[in-house]
């Protein structure tokens, strides 16, 4: 289940227990989402987003979206593209990612997607 703000997403629930839940933050080093980059399908993963093919036509500032592949709903904003640069054998890009701001969390909505 996924965790947002207004901006977007927060987090996804890890745990739940009666009236309480565990929320790993899309800041969190464990955590894997797959997001959109335009056309393009790849992970985001400790703020930056591999797995996306050298030919993908992306710029800095492009907006990124949940895929709804993993177990996130689709079109979530996550943040945007601030940097994109290639792997060390130039087949895939790198995305590095600025991600929504995450203080003053005062209230935040869980989407359960179904």
Do not use: C, W
């Not at 987003?49 to 907006?63: A, C, F, K, L």
């Amino acid at each position: 289940m996924a965790v947002i703000n207004s901006k977007g997403l927060v987090g996804v629930i890890s745990k739940t227990f009666s009236h309480t839940s565990y929320v790993d933050l899309i800041t969190n080093g464990d955590l894997s989402i797959s997001v959109k980059v335009n056309n393009s399908y790849g992970i985001l993963k400790n703020g930056h987003i591999t797995n996306i093919v050298n030919y993908s036509d992306i710029d800095e500032g492009t907006p990124i979206y949940t895929s709804g592949l993993t177990k996130v709903v689709e079109g979530i904003k996550v943040g945007d593209v601030r940097k994109v640069s290639l792997d060390k054998y130039q087949l895939e890009k790198i995305i590095d990612v600025d991600i929504i701001p995450l203080e003053n969390l005062n209230f935040v909505f869980v989407i359960t997607g179904d």
